[in-house]
């Protein structure tokens, strides 16, 4: 599953890029992440009273949260991606759903 969903950001990504003449370096990777944490923690400031809400609606700040969550998670799988990861044996290894590996 995690491997088809990185696939499917690659394939997104690399379109998005191209588009707009943008160079994906390693180091894009990386900062792409720590700007998609950002922009969760932004919508999650407003949506916790800790920044300003502009008169959004709690549906609209739910929303907004749902998908700023998903660019991070777009922009994890590309870094897995990018950097031959296998995420899946990482995560059964590290959080100890499957310890042997």
Known sequence: MLDELKRQFEEA??????????????????????????ELTQVWNKASGRGRSRAISPEELRRSLAD??????????????????????????????APDL
Do not use: C, V
């Open 68 to 97: 700023e969550a998903a660019d991070l998670l777009g922009h994890i799988l590309l870094f897995a991606h990018h950097n031959d990861i296998d995420l899946a044996a990482a995560i059964e290894r590290k959080w100890k759903f």
């Open 13 to 38: 990504s690399a379109a998005y890029a191209t588009e707009h003449a943008i160079t994906r370096d390693p180091d894009w990777y990386i900062l792409k992440l720590q700007e998609e944490l950002g």
